[in-house]
């Protein structure tokens, strides 16, 4: 949305029908990688998973085509593959490293493959990290307190403390919202009203 906003044309590449789908209704095109290799420029990994870019897609991208991952460890990107159908290979600066293919064609790889935020930027910044944390100890108080009547497996946090967490990040930084009526609330709890 980001690359987007800024006059990129974001193309998508998903397998999960869903997510798929709600790109495609957002306004994004969505392919395979083998034909997205084909037009992109700049390929951004974010996925959590391993060989999402692997040789079969390299060698398809065009000259000059940037690689880097921002979901997972450094195994998005298949850096193996890439080094083994370089035929050349310099560093033209820190954290971006030119690989050369036989075919002369250039990629370029942005911090070796690992997170590009963390390795090569300055991390998450703390605008994101407060909200993190603040869930994370607003969710160990909450264990602190009905740990003992919890069975064993993984909780969502609650919207409630969703929504605390936001309204209180909203007040740090100003911002005001509106709330519901009464009536308003009254309204979304019942089916008795409307069509």
């Known amino acids: 949305m980001r690359a987007t906003g800024l006059g990129a ?3 998508i ?7 798929a ?11 395979p990688m083998e034909e997205a290799a084909k037009i992109g420029d700049i390929f951004i990994t974010a996925t959590g ?6 040789k079969q897609h390299m060698e398809l ?4 085509a940037v690689l880097c ?26 954290n971006n490293v030119e690989y050369t293919l036989s075919d002369g064609r250039q990629l370029f790889l942005l911090a070796e493959g690992r997170l590009v935020n963390l390795a090569a930027a300055e991390g998450h910044p703390s605008e994101i990290m407060d909200m993190s944390f603040a869930n994370q100890f607003l969710s160990m108080i909450h264990l602190a307190k009905h740990g003992k009547t919890m069975q064993p497996e993984v909780y969502n946090v609650s919207r409630e403390q969703d ?4 309204r209180t990040k909203l007040e740090t930084i100003r911002i005001k919202i509106d709330a519901l009526t009464d009536e308003q609330e009254k309204y979304l709890k019942s089916f008795k009203e409307g069509t």
Do not use: W, Y
């Open 163 to 166: 929504q605390e967490v936001a």
């Open 49 to 54: 998973c391993k060989n999402v870019i692997t």
């Open 21 to 31: 789908l709600k790109a495609v209704m957002e306004g994004f095109r969505v392919m």
């Open 69 to 94: 991952n921002t979901g997972h460890f450094n195994v998005e990107v298949s850096v193996d593959d890439l080094e083994h159908i370089a035929v050349k290979k310099r560093e033209i600066r820190p």
């Open 13 to 19: 590449c998903e397998v999960d029908p869903l997510k």
């Open 9 to 11: 044309h974001t193309i």
């Open 61 to 64: 991208m065009k000259n000059g």
